[in-house]
């Protein structure tokens, strides 16, 4: 990933805030599209019920404890900086940011990481670029009109989001931000959100063969628009009833954008092989 760190997004603040680009717009827009998506495509709710379980449970223990433990504490030293108001409310806010932290670090780990996978090939297959996702996996022909029954057992090392030590830190590191009243929660996950967005198509850079350099060099190019579309995802992260559910239907959002990102560059590349090649000879016919 790009060695930028949260300094360089805490710059552009007000690049990015007050002058969003109709690109960030519409890369923030994928996360909506992917739950309409991951709701009307039934071949898809599988991978959702083997995991809701499990997925309700461990959200409900991690909430339920630190609501119980950790949010009057918090109430209290957020009063040193806030009104009595927006202490109540950063620091609930506050809790369920570390909720979905825990819980995206242990379910991501343990239980959703090869779900999430299997969402994300599969909606590329639905879209028409299996020949990306063979490049990892066999996909098989029967069942054409079921992309998830079609894909076999991974032949490489297949990740959806790496576990990153320095996101945690970074996380840990910008919760302070929180203090801030009214705006610190915002400017938490826009903070956040600028490493989290990237990570969200580690899965596409992964199934192009990118290597680090060419990693970095796509994440430049869209820096703001994976930093809107992080911020948007960690929000949707902080709804308690649906949050497992967002974390499922991310890879659908990220599938299709990465699929509108494939049909741009191979369209490119036809262009270019389409392209006459410039010669300085006069015309013969002229």
């Not at 066999?138 to 790496?162: F, M």
């Not at 290597?211 to 948007?232: C, E, F, L, P, S």
């Not at 960690?234 to 990465?258: I, R």
Request: no cysteine; net charge positive.
């Amino acid at each position: 990933m790009s060695q930028t760190g949260p300094q360089s997004a805490l710059r552009n603040i007000p690049r990015v805030v007050v002058k969003p680009t109709w690109d960030n717009i519409i890369a923030a827009t994928y996360l909506a599209k992917g739950i309409v998506f991951f709701i009307a495509h039934p071949f898809l709710y599988p991978l959702l019920k083997a995991r809701l379980l499990p997925a309700f449970l461990l959200s409900a223990f991690v909430l339920i404890n630190l609501f119980v433990w950790t949010l009057l504490p918090q109430v209290l030293f957020l009063k040193l900086f806030h009104t009595a108001g927006s202490a109540w409310v950063n620091a609930i806010f506050l809790v369920l940011g570390e909720g979905a932290a825990v819980v995206a670090i242990l379910f991501e780990s343990f239980l959703v990481d090869e779900s999430q996978v299997d969402i994300f090939d599969a909606v590329l297959i639905y879209k028409g670029y299996e020949d990306l996702v063979r490049r990892h996996r066999p996909v098989t022909e029967d069942a054409l009109n079921d992309p998830v029954r079609r894909l076999g057992k991974p032949t490489h090392s297949s990740v959806y989001v790496p576990f990153s030590f320095r996101q945690i830190a970074e996380f840990v590191l910008l919760l302070p931000v929180n203090f801030i009243p009214y705006v610190g929660v915002p400017v938490f996950l826009l903070l956040t959100g600028y490493r989290a967005g990237p990570f969200q198509h580690w899965r596409y850079f992964q199934l192009q063969g990118y290597d680090r350099k060419q990693r970095n060099a796509a994440i430049k190019r869209r820096r703001w628009q994976y930093t809107w579309y992080g911020t948007v995802y960690l929000f949707l992260q902080l709804v308690p009833p649906f949050s497992m559910f967002f974390l499922m239907t991310a890879p659908a959002s990220s599938a299709l954008w990465a699929a509108d990102l494939e049909k741009v560059r191979r369209e490119q590349e036809a262009n270019l092989v389409q392209a006459p090649e410039y010669t300085d000879e006069p015309d013969a016919t002229v």
